[in-house]
């Protein structure tokens, strides 16, 4: 019997009716995604969202009262399953951090395009982290010479025998996944994985789920981590 697939269920909160109203508008023109509600406040969105049960929240950071950032604290307490990806003007380092402690798997501005906003939205529904990569190079390399990490359960630390395991780590990966695992700690997204190495999407995701096995770690961001942390991207 042929199963259907459904469509990826999102819900919007932004305390501007017209963001809301474009977000909106623009998710709707892909069949794969589906809005099923929207909240102007971070109380509202924790009175909905557990009613409908959405598979991702788009999320606005900075809002009137409870922000975006304890909402999403808030909200993965009660869905751990449902995936937030913030959506914000912000591009300081703070509110990149902040979000990810908070339990954000993405993290994009509010200026993408059409396309990069269904895209961004597939990617976390799916299970994967997404960060402009602009953004991303500057927050790994950071993170990757901190001794004391911000944002767990990858540890950075000053160990003399860091640098060998690393190597030791790195050696098992294939040709193939070392190469993709470069081109994640260039903070390149699965699509654009393919077609540098030519292969299909497919390919580059399971690559990349042993990649995550492998290395031990839990998603995209850390591995691109390693990936700076071991000399994989200089």
Same mark, same amino acid.
């Not at 500057?138 to 990858?154: G, H």
């Given at each position: 019997?042929? =199963?259907?697939?459904?469509?990826?269920?999102?819900?919007?909160?932004? !305390?501007?009716?017209?963001?809301?109203?474009?977000?909106?508008?623009?998710?709707?023109?892909?069949?794969?995604?589906?809005?099923?509600?929207?909240?102007?406040?971070?109380?509202?969105?924790?009175? +909905?969202?557990?009613?409908?049960?959405?598979?991702?929240?788009?999320?606005?950071? %900075?809002?009137?009262?409870?922000?975006?950032?304890?909402?999403?604290?808030?909200?993965?307490?009660?869905?751990?399953?449902?995936?937030?990806?913030?959506? %914000? +003007?912000?591009?300081? @380092?703070?509110?990149?951090?902040?979000?990810?402690?908070?339990?954000?798997?993405?993290?994009?501005?509010?200026?993408?395009?059409?396309?990069?906003?269904?895209?961004?939205?597939?990617?976390?529904?799916?299970?994967?982290?997404?960060?402009?990569?602009?953004?991303?190079?500057? +927050?790994?390399?950071? +993170?990757?010479?901190?001794?004391?990490? %911000?944002?767990?359960?990858?540890?950075?630390?000053?160990?003399?025998?860091?640098?060998?395991?690393?190597?030791?780590?790195?050696? @098992?990966?294939?040709?193939?996944?070392?190469?993709?695992?470069?081109?994640?700690?260039?903070?390149?997204?699965?699509?654009?994985?393919?077609?540098?190495? =030519?292969?299909?999407? !497919? =390919?580059?995701?399971?690559?990349?789920?042993?990649?995550?096995?492998?290395?031990?770690?839990?998603?995209?961001?850390?591995?691109?981590?390693?990936?700076?942390?071991?000399?994989?991207?200089?």
């Amino acid at each position: 019997m042929l =199963t259907v697939k459904r469509p990826i269920r999102v819900f919007i909160v932004d !305390d501007s009716a017209m963001i809301r109203e474009g977000l909106r508008s623009i998710l709707s023109t892909s069949a794969e995604v589906e809005v099923v509600g929207e909240a102007c406040s971070g109380s509202e969105a924790l009175t +909905f969202a557990p009613l409908l049960r959405p598979d991702v929240v788009l999320m606005d950071i %900075t809002m009137p009262g409870m922000d975006g950032l304890i909402t999403t604290q808030h909200l993965k307490q009660n869905l751990p399953e449902c995936e937030v990806l913030m959506l %914000t +003007f912000h591009t300081g @380092q703070e509110y990149l951090r902040q979000a990810l402690l908070s339990g954000a798997s993405g993290y994009i501005l509010k200026d993408i395009n059409q396309q990069g906003l269904v895209d961004a939205v597939l990617t976390v529904a799916n299970g994967g982290s997404l960060i402009p990569p602009t953004m991303l190079r500057k +927050f790994i390399t950071e +993170f990757a010479q901190t001794k004391t990490p %911000t944002v767990p359960p990858l540890q950075v630390n000053s160990h003399p025998n860091e640098t060998n395991r690393d190597s030791q780590v790195l050696n @098992q990966l294939t040709r193939r996944e070392r190469q993709v695992l470069k081109l994640i700690g260039e903070g390149l997204n699965n699509p654009t994985i393919a077609e540098r190495l =030519t292969i299909s999407s !497919d =390919t580059v995701k399971s690559h990349v789920h042993s990649i995550l096995e492998k290395l031990n770690v839990h998603d995209r961001t850390q591995a691109a981590v390693f990936a700076v942390r071991s000399g994989l991207v200089s």
